[in-house]
């Protein structure tokens, strides 16, 4: 079983920046979506950020213009640099990868709070 391990998470101030990483355990076949979802305790999971197998990147409003994601297609790794770092950005972040063959993995997420 595939799992997918993110880092880069913490404690910033607003206006600060990260830079999220997700691994995977093994590599991966028959990507087609790798993206990143926030969620906050009792709030449902929202949509950050996705790039696709053609490469076109996709990002939510809430996030557009600040954070950048990318994939090193080598080894399967996924990242999101996060900048002008706003409070209402904290969060937990998971990433997400989406294969034909309606394969779906998450990973178990990393913390990031922005607080002055």
């Known amino acids: 079983q595939v799992q997918l391990v993110e880092s880069g998470g913490g404690l910033v101030q607003p206006g600060g920046s990260l830079r999220l990483s997700c691994a995977a355990s093994?590599?991966?076949?028959?990507?087609?979506?790798m993206g990143w979802y926030r969620q906050l305790p009792g709030k449902e999971r929202e949509f950050v950020a996705v790039?696709?197998?053609?490469?076109?990147?996709h990002y939510g409003d809430s996030v557009r213009g600040r954070f950048t994601i990318s994939r090193d297609r080598s080894n399967d790794t996924l990242y999101l640099q996060m900048n002008n770092l706003k409070p209402e950005d904290t969060a937990v972040y998971s990433c997400?990868?989406?294969?034909?063959?309606?394969?779906?993995?998450w990973g178990q997420g990393t913390q990031v709070t922005v607080t002055a």
């Open positions: 790039v696709n197998v053609d490469g076109d990147r």
């Open positions: 093994e590599r991966i076949l028959d990507i087609y979506n």
């Open positions: 997400n990868v989406q294969c034909y063959g309606n394969l779906d993995y």
